[in-house]
């Protein structure tokens, strides 16, 4: 059985940093492009960092570029998002996902079509940033 586990949300002050983290069981993620994506309240779901297993690339949406990092652990089969000087705007919902195939066979191409993203998603994680 696949499953794909976030941990590590939270609640953070503005300016804080939180670590997401997404453990896979059921699969190897190597060659799987990995995304974090996010949803608040009546808002669309939304890329915010994507990863390529096979060649290390990744992309971000412009609004965490410079605040959030992607990054792997092979041997634990994770990936992890660190969250740095986080902003109210980044409270959301914040979900990973994995799949073999993606629109232009690019990170870019899972974090801005997330609703062509055809794999495995897990739970969610709520974060939350307030004073």
């Known amino acids: 059985q696949v499953q794909l586990v976030e941990s590590g949300g939270g609640l953070v002050q503005p300016g804080g940093s939180l670590r997401l983290s997404c453990t896979a069981s059921g699969l190897s993620l190597d060659y799987f492009y990995i995304g974090w994506f996010r949803q608040a309240p009546g808002k669309e779901r939304e890329g915010v960092s994507c990863?390529?297993?096979?060649?290390?690339?990744?992309y971000y949406v412009d609004s965490v570029e410079g605040r959030f990092a992607i990054s792997r652990d092979n041997a634990k089969n994770s990936v992890y998002l660190q969250m740095d000087n986080l902003k109210p705007e980044d409270t959301a919902q914040y979900y990973c996902?994995?799949?073999?195939?993606?629109?232009?066979?690019?990170?870019?191409?899972?974090?801005?079509?997330?609703?062509?993203?055809?794999?495995?998603w897990g739970q969610g994680t709520q974060v939350t940033v307030s004073s």
């Open positions: 990863y390529s297993s096979s060649d290390g690339t990744t």
């Open positions: 996902a994995a799949s073999q195939t993606v629109l232009d066979s690019s990170p870019r191409g899972m974090c801005v079509w997330p609703k062509k993203v055809v794999g495995y």
